[in-house]
């Protein structure tokens, strides 16, 4: 596939980046996962916004304005043969001289953006859901930033695949944060329940799409702190991000959620989900 980087397309084959880039030595980027429909970026300005505030954070300049990057974004969409695609875009500090901790002087960032299919749940996962485990949110307490620094992330979901689960639901102190890479909703009595935006998780677009879909359509919702045991408890429980848009949760732990099948309110919503994206 093509590939963009530092101003190029080119094969991603081809593409190379330094040793010495701090992406590569600390972990110094950002990043987002851009969905794309029929060949239009869903969400776009959100997800531009989203990495605004990353880079911000890491005291990193936008190399790009909106429009910029709308454009190279579109570029990448049209050298690639996928309708459906997910754009990973990256910037991080750059190159430096020598191994340095803190920020050198004189650096231009690198900017990297690939494409690849985007494949949404098959039938068979939204018919059944998926199996998730549950783990201790050892992350930092910037959860909130999209970082290239996922190991901890990488950790969490390799513990769920390790048991033959699709994620890791975290929580942090008797509190349901998110998913290892998802957000994470639950259904009590009837009423649609997310934890609010804080440190502790990552702002999901496809998060906020699931709240507006809920009060649009009269879905009765709630944002709040939500315990763990409430989560074991739930009726349903729901993942959401981009690649996964909203997926049941139908064991966690070994244990059935509900009925152990996908809930009417999360079938409702991948519905309302899959409209609003068309
Ligand atoms: N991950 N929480 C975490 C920790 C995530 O990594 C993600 C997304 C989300 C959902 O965010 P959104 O709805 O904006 O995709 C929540 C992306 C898809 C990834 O790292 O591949």
Redesign the pocket.
């Known amino acids: 596939s093509t590939c963009y980087l530092d101003g190029r397309y080119l094969p991603l084959d081809q593409a190379r980046i330094s040793p010495m880039d701090r992406g590569f030595l600390f972990g110094d980027g950002a ?1 987002e ?1 851009i969905p794309v429909y029929s060949r239009r970026p869903f969400r776009l300005e959100e ?1 531009i916004a ?1 990495l605004g505030n990353t880079l911000a954070a890491l005291q990193l300049p936008d190399p790009h304005n909106a429009g910029e990057w709308a454009v190279i974004i579109r570029e990448l969409v049209a050298t690639n043969d996928w309708e459906d695609q997910s754009v990973y875009l990256q910037v991080t500090r750059g190159a430096d001289t020598k191994r340095n901790h803190a920020f050198p002087a004189q650096v231009t960032p690198t900017v990297f953006l690939m494409s690849d299919a985007l494949l949404t749940p098959p039938a068979d996962q939204l018919a059944s859901g998926v199996a998730a485990v549950s783990a201790a949110d050892f992350r930092w307490l910037r ?1 909130d930033l ?1 970082t290239v620094a ?1 190991l901890a ?1 990488c950790l969490l979901r390799q513990h769920a695949v390790a048991q033959g689960c699709a994620e890791t639901i975290l929580f942090r102190d008797g509190f349901l944060t ?6 994470i909703f639950i259904v009590r009595d009837g009423v649609v329940l997310t934890p609010p935006k804080s440190h502790l ?2 702002p ?4 906020d799409v699931v709240l507006e879909l809920a009060a649009r359509h009269d879905v009765a919702h709630e944002v709040r702190e939500i315990l763990e045991d409430e989560v074991r408890g739930a009726d349903e429980i729901w993942m ?4 996964k848009e909203v997926l049941a949760v139908t064991t966690l732990d070994g244990r059935p959620v509900g009925d152990g099948r996908p809930g009417p309110l999360g079938r409702r919503m991948h519905a309302l989900y899959q409209d609003f994206k068309n």
């Not at 998110?178 to 957000?183: I, K, R, T, V, Y």
């Not at 959401?240 to 690649?243: D, F, I, L």
């Open positions: 990043y996962v997800h989203r959860c999209k996922l992330n998110e998913g290892s890479a998802s957000n998780m990552l999901g677009i496809t998060y959401t991000s981009s690649t």
